[in-house]
Nanobody, 122 residues
Framework: QVQLVESGGGLVQPGGSLRLSCAAS????????TGWFRQAPGKEREGVSC????????YYTDSVKGRFTISRDNAKNTVYLQMNSLKPEDTAVYYC???????????????WGQGTQVTVSS
């Protein structure tokens, strides 16, 4: 069974931190580009971050640079998104996705899971 499961979301105050997890089963994430995406109410899904296969190069959308960090633990077959200095505009459902050749394209990727809810509010 090939599956990605997101976890780690929750309710935090502005300036707080969360660490999201994307756990893979049925395949090895080290061979894939793995990305985090989010969708806020009334908005389209957007890419947040991505980590490449093999060399582990990382990419971030401008709005999260310096605040979010993506990483991969090969032993646990899990990709993480450490989110610091959270802002209300970070509120969204966060999803992960994997692609063999490049960072997944959220406009065409069609196998999204349930995601994990992140709410940043006072």
């Amino acid at each position: 069974q090939v599956q990605l499961v997101e976890s780690g979301g929750g309710l935090v105050q502005p300036g707080g931190s969360l660490r999201l997890s994307c756990a893979a089963s049925g395949f090895t994430l080290d061979y894939y580009y793995t990305g985090w995406f989010r969708q806020a109410p009334g908005k389209e899904r957007e890419g947040v971050s991505c980590i490449s296969s093999s060399d582990g190069m990382t990419y971030y959308t401008d709005s999260v640079k310096g605040r979010f960090t993506i990483s991969r633990d090969n032993a646990k077959n899990t990709v993480y998104l450490q989110m610091n200095s959270l802002k209300p505009e970070d509120t969204a459902v966060y999803y992960c996705a994997a692609d063999l050749l490049a960072c997944p394209n959220p406009r065409i990727f069609g196998s999204w899971g349930q995601g994990t809810q992140v709410t940043v509010s006072s």
